[in-house]
């Protein structure tokens, strides 16, 4: 700019700001599916707990010590 009376400043204006940045994307979702395969079976009246058996879900296990149905630990 040869002009040079100074009348503001060069550059800026509506348009350079946004874009690129803080992008909303994310990784992944946190938290959820901490439970795979494997794992314990546990007793929901007494606590028990036992070693989950591949292909055996938890409420088809009873507890060892009361008979409860177990669920998932
Ligand atoms: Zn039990």
């Known amino acids: 700019m040869p002009r040079g009376d100074g009348t503001g400043p060069t550059g800026q204006g509506p348009g350079t700001g946004r874009g690129l940045g803080h992008g909303g ?4 979702r946190m938290g959820g599916q901490s439970m795979g395969p494997g794992g314990e079976c546990v007793c929901p009246s007494c606590g028990a ?3 989950h058996k591949l292909g055996v879900p938890c409420y088809e296990m ?3 010590k009361c008979g409860t149905k177990m669920v998932r630990g």
């Open 25 to 28: 994307g994310g990784r992944g």
């Open 62 to 64: 009873s507890c060892p």
């Open 49 to 51: 707990k036992v070693d």
